[in-house]
Every structure is written in C-alpha cells, then in structure tokens.
C-alpha cells in the first residue's frame, strides 16, 4: 500500500481556484489508479475525479458536478496527483481524500471507493459563497 499525504486545501471565495495535491510514498506509485473523493458533513464520501495509469493511456474520470471545472493530473516521477479546482462553488466545500487503486491495471479509473486500497487523511476545502 501507498501512504498518501494530501495538502493544498483551505478557504476560498466561491469563483476561485485551489490545487491540491496528493504525494505519495512507495515505489509503485507509477502502477496505481489515483482517485480524488470528497465528503461533506452529513453526506456520503463521493467521486470527484480519477486517473489511469500513464503507460495504460492514463484515462481520466469525473463526477459530473465538477466536469469543466476541476482536472486531475499526475506526475510519476514526483509520484503525486494533483486536483485542479477552478470555479469553485460552495457545494465544493468538503474533505478531499486521494486514494490508490493497486489492483486496476487498464480502463476507467473506479468510481466506487470501495475499489481503493490506500487512502489520505484527507485535506479540508471551504468555499465561501
């Protein structure tokens, strides 16, 4: 399993913009399916984006109330993930979680979080309206 740390998180008005990033730690980054998820107070943990591994065509995926606004991106030699938050609404607002897909190797990055096997601790985004 990857250890994954988040960081770029924090406070912003709604139309702005935030990065956030996810390194990770471990050898196999590069092998990994990466997913961004995120989880509001009171709601269930939800897919935000997902990419693939590069080699394999590092397909991307997004929910579709962020398609347009938001890009995922990787860089394997760095081995971290990025989430690109453009226009950001208050409904963004949320803990954003990374996590690694270690047994996926082609297709569509997973949806279901229940498919990852290593997760961040997570990094609070807040959107002032």
């Known amino acids: 399993q990857l250890q994954l740390v988040e960081s770029g998180g924090g406070l912003v008005q709604a139309g702005g913009s935030l990065r956030l990033s996810c390194a990770a730690s471990?050898?196999?980054?590069?092998?990994?399916?990466m997913g961004w998820f995120r989880q509001a107070p009171g709601k269930e943990r939800e897919f935000v984006a997902g990419?693939?591994?590069?080699?394999?065509?590092?397909?991307?995926s997004y929910a579709d109330s962020v398609k347009g606004r938001f890009t995922i991106s990787r860089d394997d030699a760095k081995a971290t993930v990025y989430l690109q938050m453009n226009s950001l609404k208050a409904e963004d607002t949320a803990v954003y979680s990374c996590?690694?897909?270690?047994?996926?190797?082609?297709?569509?990055?997973?949806?279901?979080?229940?498919?990852?096997?290593?997760w961040g601790q997570g990094t609070q985004v807040t959107v002032s309206s």
């Open positions: 471990g050898r196999t980054f590069s092998s990994q399916f």
């Open positions: 990419i693939g591994i590069s080699w394999s065509g590092g397909r991307t």
């Open positions: 996590a690694a897909d270690s047994r996926r190797i082609v297709g569509m990055p997973a949806t279901n979080p229940g498919e990852y096997d290593s």
